[in-house]
Nanobody, 128 residues
Framework: QLQLVESGGGLVQPGGSLVLSCTAA????????IGWFRQAPGRDREGVSC????????NYADSVKGRFTIFRDNAKNTVYLQMNSLAPEDTGVYYC?????????????????????WGQGTRVTVSS
């Protein structure tokens, strides 16, 4: 089974930037669409961004459009989430999730149930 590992979280001031990484053990990410989700304290987990296996199709939640960029380097077996202009409302635990292009884009990429594989999350705190 694909084991996803997120990294890159931390404490950042408002207006700052972070790059999150999602890597995998037990499989090649190049075969999967990857979604990034986040969960703020007391709130439901929500979809942030998604990228298909080839990297040619990308989706973003309205709340992060123009600030976040998802991209992948299949040679490094890694998917990244570049986060700029961070605000306190971006605080939360960020998770990456994986499933096939068919599963993800056959449904709604923001729906948790379409993803079979999840990482443990990396915490992002935006605070001064």
């Amino acid at each position: 089974q694909l084991q996803l590992v997120e990294s890159g979280g931390g404490l950042v001031q408002p207006g700052g930037s972070l790059v999150l990484s999602c890597t995998a053990a037990g499989g090649a990410l190049e075969h999967y669409a990857i979604g990034w989700f986040r969960q703020a304290p007391g709130r439901d987990r929500e979809g942030v961004s998604c990228i298909n296996s080839s990297g040619h199709r990308k989706n973003y939640a309205d709340s992060v459009k123009g600030r976040f960029t998802i991209f992948r380097d299949n040679a490094k077996n890694t998917v990244y989430l570049q986060m700029n202009s961070l605000a306190p409302e971006d605080t939360g635990v960020y998770y990456c999730a994986a499933d096939t292009d068919q599963a993800v884009y056959g449904g709604q990429w923001t729906e948790l149930v379409v993803y079979e594989n999840w990482g443990q999350g990396t915490r992002v705190t935006v605070s001064s």
